[in-house]
């Protein structure tokens, strides 16, 4: 079975310029979650999806920050404009579920605000 | 907000030793409680997940609650160095249908 798939792995960016990821989540998994962690923190939930509805968003900067899983399977993360203390990873889960319980994360992108 | 400490270390053990790592949670609520293990570098994988109160063992792992604490921890037996890592501790408050993670502690295991 393919794990949660993430793109890219790497990006450095300027401050005030735009970024997004990518995530494919495990097949047959009905929920997805985008978690950021800085270095030296535990993951913090951004959002979380259930197929293609938001069920959570409210530690999502929404000024900045925006996320969408159209047709409820991969989803996109867009960060525009970023600042400097966006850098950090940023983690995809899925799980099968409408259950938090068993999550399998993605390998993360790493992001680099200059 | 509710909110999951643990101590951030480094927590340093002699291969072959005990260790034992620990959290405690705000929410009365939580039902959920689970030890993600973290590589350098890598994502989080779940290693331990437990419900009730008391003790729950999975091989070189086990899991211990207790609600009336708010205190849930990981023991590792017969540590490895290959058990060197950050381990998270989560936690699903009442109510909600999402993860709370801790900062993390890491372990260090030297030969």
């Known amino acids: 079975e393919a794990g949660v798939a993430q793109s890219p792995r790497y990006k450095i960016i300027e401050k005030r310029q735009s970024v997004a990821f990518w995530c494919n989540p495990i097949?047959?998994?009905?929920?997805l979650y985008w978690y950021q962690q800085i270095l030296g923190q535990g993951p913090k939930l951004l959002i979380q999806?259930?197929?293609?509805?938001?069920?959570?968003d409210s530690q999502l900067p929404k000024d900045r920050f925006s996320a969408e899983r159209l047709k409820g399977v991969d989803s996109t993360l867009k960060i525009q404009p970023a600042k400097l203390e966006d850098s950090a990873v940023y983690l995809c889960?899925?799980?099968?579920?409408?259950?938090?319980?068993?999550?399998?994360f993605g390998p993360g992108t790493r992001l680099t605000v200059l | 907000q509710k909110e999951v400490e643990q101590n951030s270390g480094p927590l340093s053990v002699p291969e072959g030793a005990i260790a034992s790592l620990n959290c405690t949670y705000s929410?009365?609520?939580?039902?959920?409680f689970f030890w993600y293990r973290q590589y350098s570098g890598k994502s989080p994988e779940l290693i331990m997940s437990?419900?009730?109160?008391g003790d729950k063992e999975d091989g070189r792992f086990t899991a211990q609650l207790n609600k009336a604490s708010q205190y849930v921890s990981l023991l590792i037996r017969d540590s490895q160095p290959s058990d060197s890592a950050t381990y998270l501790c989560?936690?699903?408050?009442?109510?909600?249908?999402?993860?709370?993670f801790g900062a993390g502690t890491r372990l260090a295991v030297h030969p």
């Open positions: 889960a899925s799980s099968l579920a409408d259950s938090a319980d068993t999550q399998y």
């Open positions: 097949s047959g998994h009905a929920t």
């Open positions: 999806f259930q197929n293609n509805g938001v069920v959570d």
């Open positions: 929410d009365r609520g939580s039902q959920s």
């Open positions: 437990i419900y009730s109160n």
């Open positions: 989560a936690v699903r408050p009442g109510g909600y249908n999402k993860l709370i």
